[in-house]
């Protein structure tokens, strides 16, 4: 059955065809899921935030405005990831230590599976990063290391939202420069 009966059926209350999506769709939401996970892989949790996917589905079946339910499915998926992912870090660490800290562990990849190349690598960004201002490196961690919105920067900061763009786009060009500089980019 094509993604517009689904949904027609779906906002109509038809309870039968949930299981029709979650038998069409629970690989692919599992996948995206996983996908994103990458540390925090296992089983239980992809089959948990999938169940919440198709939980929410559930729940805003009145309002969903397009027939494209794989895409929406998707964009679910990734953000339930994406936020367990925030929440498993943020219960485990405290992140302003972790941004003061040296920032040896940025890049969480066991050393027995880099090359020498990816080391390298790694190190040059660490060094990069400890050579931005203050403000513009937490930035920088908050958003690509933590995964957190602007919109969270400027709430946990005490910041106004243009100015952590504004701290993002110059840590972002400074880093580009220094690794340029340093020959690890072109």
């Known amino acids: 059955m094509d993604d517009q009966r689904l949904v027609k059926r779906l906002r109509s209350g038809d309870e039968d065809v949930l299981g029709e999506i979650i038998f069409k769709y629970n690989r692919y939401v599992s996948a995206v899921i996983a996908n994103q996970l990458r540390d925090f892989n296992s089983t239980a949790v992809i089959e948990e935030l999938a169940s919440d996917v198709f939980f929410e589905l559930w729940q805003n079946r009145n309002r969903l405005t397009s027939s494209h339910l794989k895409g929406w499915l998707g964009t679910v998926s990734r953000n339930k990831a994406k936020n367990y992912i925030r ?48 403000h513009e490196r937490e930035t920088v961690i908050r958003y690509y290391y933590y995964n957190q919105t602007v919109a969270k920067i400027s709430e946990e900061t005490g910041t106004k939202i243009e100015t952590v763009k504004s701290r993002l786009r110059r840590g972002r060009n400074s880093l580009k420069e220094i690794l340029e500089n340093g020959g690890l980019t072109k």
């Open 87 to 134: 929440a498993q870090r943020l219960q485990t660490e405290s992140l302003d230590e972790k941004i003061e800290e040296d920032l040896g562990d940025f890049i969480a990849v066991p050393e027995e599976f880099l090359n020498l190349e990816k080391e390298e690598q790694a190190r040059e960004l660490r060094l990069a990063l400890k050579k931005l201002k203050r």
